[in-house]
């Protein structure tokens, strides 16, 4: 059992652990996200660059939103977040990144694959953390909700299906 500092929230214990270990879970892969967006950003090469360039930033920012409201979240319920790298880097989620510089379709279907895994990650979550603490379960959709319409406009972009 985890320690949990004492908050004056009308939820017990369980519902507490039970919410933390949920957004914990996601946390790494949202963690992960911002980083590899940053990488495509970077290296980014094509005909279509500054348009999606431009685009990585933005999911970028909405990104690094979504990992403080959920880190911010665990430590409101008396958890402690965890986001360090030997922690970031145990998510087994995503595929290896290209080396090197990047198409701008290696970018986008890089991107869109990681976008898709956070989405499935917290999807999985929703459920179990709407059971119990639907402050916490409205959180995680809007970060859903946010990811998928960044991956529909993402993929968008692509040359063809």
């Given at each position: 059992?985890?320690?949990?500092r004492?908050?004056p929230?009308?939820?017990?214990?369980?519902?507490?652990?039970q919410?933390i270990?949920?957004?914990?879970?996601?946390?790494?892969?949202?963690?992960g996200?911002?980083?590899?967006l940053?990488?495509?950003?970077?290296?980014l090469?094509?005909?279509?660059?500054k348009?999606?360039?431009?685009q990585?930033?933005?999911?970028l920012?909405?990104?690094?939103?979504?990992?403080?409201?959920?880190?911010?979240?665990?430590?409101?319920?008396g958890?402690?977040?965890?986001?360090v790298?030997?922690?970031?880097?145990?998510?087994a989620g995503?595929?290896?990144?290209?080396?090197?510089?990047?198409?701008?379709?290696?970018?986008?279907?890089?991107?869109?694959s990681?976008l898709?895994?956070?989405?499935?990650?917290?999807?999985r979550?929703?459920?179990?953390?709407?059971?119990?603490?639907p402050?916490?379960?409205?959180?995680?959709?809007g970060i859903?909700?946010?990811v998928?319409?960044?991956?529909?406009?993402l993929?968008?972009?692509?040359?063809?299906?």
């Amino acid at each position: 059992m985890t320690t949990l500092r004492t908050v004056p929230f009308n939820l017990s214990d369980d519902v507490r652990e039970q919410t933390i270990g949920n957004l914990q879970s996601w946390l790494p892969s949202l963690i992960g996200l911002t980083l590899r967006l940053k990488q495509a950003h970077w290296n980014l090469r094509g005909v279509r660059f500054k348009s999606v360039h431009e685009q990585l930033d933005e999911i970028l920012a909405d990104a690094r939103d979504a990992v403080d409201d959920v880190a911010e979240r665990i430590v409101t319920l008396g958890g402690a977040a965890d986001g360090v790298p030997s922690t970031v880097s145990s998510y087994a989620g995503f595929g290896p990144f290209p080396a090197g510089l990047l198409s701008v379709e290696t970018a986008i279907d890089t991107i869109c694959s990681d976008l898709a895994a956070v989405v499935r990650d917290g999807r999985r979550h929703i459920g179990s953390i709407g059971e119990v603490d639907p402050v916490s379960e409205d959180l995680a959709i809007g970060i859903v909700g946010a990811v998928e319409k960044h991956h529909w406009m993402l993929h968008s972009q692509r040359e063809a299906d």
